[in-house]
């Protein structure tokens, strides 16, 4: 009995080699693959092609504007009314409007003395701002060493106030907004952000201000970051390429063509009746900046960001802490655009175009499509298609079009030029965690409220190397400790180790060289896998 049902449920093909299980998923993948597979990858493939086509658009759009602003384009000084404010010699300072200064800070033991040294280094009538260091810390010895230097400044006349809040709901959005209800900043008209990292310039509201001051529609004027720590490590080197793009490119071309752009959260002077206008501080996202840069945009103020106004600030150093750092970043976005997207429809204050341009280019394209395309087509359909030969991908869509993406991203940052490639691989296997954290913010899952403050050094590894340099050298050397547990990162490897198998198939049976790409793919993933991405020094 026993064995006339083996016989009806197993198909004669597979008698004799019920023992042979290699064999026996071989068939079952050839049975499958034309009927299920290669219609589906194909499917994949189309997606893929016409999200790569979108981006394309987008970067040769920006590519384009961004050419005209510089060659055409006024400079701010001209296109907005622009007077430096001078003391009067009757008014005094009186003349100046009064700012408050927000930093918000937790448990920043290495950076709370350079933002508020910075804060209170700036060139305005002390009788004309006030400083305000929101303490959300939760280690009491630090909350002591930051209330110390607070008072410090104070015996010196800055008229700075240190402010704790019993619980640390709403994280920064929560403190910022508890900031601004303090009695004493109902006379002030602007308020300038820094995060605890953040060191501007004594002449920033100098330079800032009077834009505000003499244009009554504009609300935020944004400032450019500058990274002290770029060199540090090929880790930081990526970043910088990424984020100058954004600075050099992307918030120029929003400032210029729409007077929108989203807010970074720091290095900006905002009206403060726009932002109460705009309903306020919110916590709903974990991107509070550019959630109240939209809801102002809506009601019709105006931003302006300036490229020459720049900020010294930190870059993550660390791999763990730029993955929280870009879950929160790419999270955030795809959160609120999900919450705004018919608020931004029915809003009747802005015109259609620029409505347009908020949804399909500030939110879609680059918020959600840009991470999707690099790990969803680079990283698996592409690999895949080797392993499917059946299913073509065109040379245009996996070659031409991303090169070209590529060169018009790498105009932020010419001096990396040589680690373009290298970028492209490091962003790709980024586009891992940018796509997880994007799709848990559209479905409003997980960690989609998940808040990590970034880890910020300050100058401890420079003071620490400077240290090093003046004790003699060690008789014995002493192997550091690590736990390597800390380091290992199971997803990275795991597409690496997929990567790999999808290369060594394609150098065996394939046609197109793809391998070349997927071995130093296989490799990048495989040295973020174990965490020695923010070890190695880059050459200059």
């Known amino acids: ?203 920033y509201l100098r330079r800032a201000i009077p834009f505000l001051v003499h244009n009554p529609d504009i609300a935020l004027v944004q400032a450019r970051w500058r990274f002290v720590n770029s060199d540090e490590c090929l880790l930081t080197r990526m970043q910088e390429m990424s984020l100058d793009y954004h600075f050099t490119v992307e918030q120029e071309v929003g400032s210029a063509t729409h007077a929108f752009f989203g807010f970074n959260g720091t290095a900006g002077v905002w009206r403060i009746a726009a932002i109460n206008e705009a309903g306020g501080w919110k916590d709903r996202t974990t991107v509070e900046d550019m959630d109240l840069a939209v809801r102002a945009s809506l009601r019709g103020w105006k931003f302006l960001y300036l490229g020459e106004l720049q900020v010294k600030s930190e870059l993550p150093s660390t791999f763990n802490a730029f993955r929280f750092q870009q ?96 970028w492209i691989l490091f962003e790709n296997v980024m586009s891992l965690h940018r796509t997880k954290a994007t799709l848990i913010g559209l479905l409003e899952t997980g960690r989609a409220n998940e808040w990590v403050v970034t880890e910020k050094l300050g100058d401890v590894v420079k003071n620490k190397a400077a240290e090093a340099a003046k004790k003699p050298a060690p008789k014995f050397f002493k192997r550091p400790k690590f736990k390597f547990g800390n380091r290992l990162h199971l997803l990275e490897l795991g597409f690496g180790a997929f990567l790999f198998v999808c290369g060594c198939y394609d150098y065996v049976h394939g046609k197109n060289n793809y391998f070349v790409y997927l071995f130093l793919q296989t490799i990048t993933f495989l040295i973020c896998g174990f965490g020695y991405v923010g070890t190695i020094i880059p050459s200059s």
């Not at 093909?13 to 034309?34: C, H, M, N, P, V």
């Not at 290669?38 to 384009?64: D, K, N, Q, T």
């Not at 918000?104 to 933002?115: A, C, D, G, Q």
């Not at 240190?162 to 008209?189: F, N, P």
């Open 1 to 203: 009995m026993a064995e006339t049902t083996t016989r009806v449920l197993i198909p004669e093909s597979f008698q004799g080699g019920t023992y042979d299980i290699a064999g026996q998923i071989g068939l079952i993948w050839e049975l499958i693959k034309a009927p299920l597979i290669v219609p589906l990858l194909r499917v994949c493939v189309y997606i893929s092609l016409a999200m790569s086509l979108m981006l394309f658009f987008e970067r040769l759009y920006m590519g384009i504007v961004i050419i005209l602003v510089k060659l055409f384009w006024k400079k701010p000084e001209k296109r907005y009314k622009y007077e430096p404010i001078q003391e009067d010699l009757e008014l005094g300072s009186s003349n100046f409007p009064v700012v408050l200064i927000q930093i918000p800070m937790f448990n920043e033991r290495e950076v709370y003395k350079i933002s508020i040294g910075a804060a209170c280094g700036l060139s305005w009538p002390s009788d004309r701002l006030v400083i305000q260091v929101l303490d959300d810390s939760t280690d009491p010895t630090i909350k002591q060493m930051v209330e110390l230097e607070c008072q410090r400044w104070a015996s010196k006349g800055i008229n700075i106030r240190y402010q704790i809040r019993e619980t640390r709901g709403g994280y920064k959005a929560g403190a910022l907004k508890e900031g601004l209800k303090r009695s004493y900043v109902k006379h002030c008209e602007y308020v300038a952000i820094f995060d605890a990292d953040f060191r501007p310039e004594p002449d």
């Open 327 to 422: 879950h929160r970043w790419s999270c955030g976005p795809a959160n609120l655009f999900r919450k705004m997207m018919m608020e931004i429809v029915k809003t009747k204050k802005v015109t259609l175009w620029k409505k347009f341009y908020v949804i399909y280019s500030f939110f879609f394209v680059r918020k959600i499509i840009a991470h999707m395309v690099t790990f969803f087509f680079y990283c698996v359909v592409l690999p895949l298609t080797i392993l499917v030969p059946e299913v073509y991908v065109p040379i245009w869509g996996a070659v031409y079009i991303p090169s070209i993406i590529t060169i018009l991203n790498s105009v932020g940052t010419p001096r990396s030029i040589h680690l373009l490639f290298y």
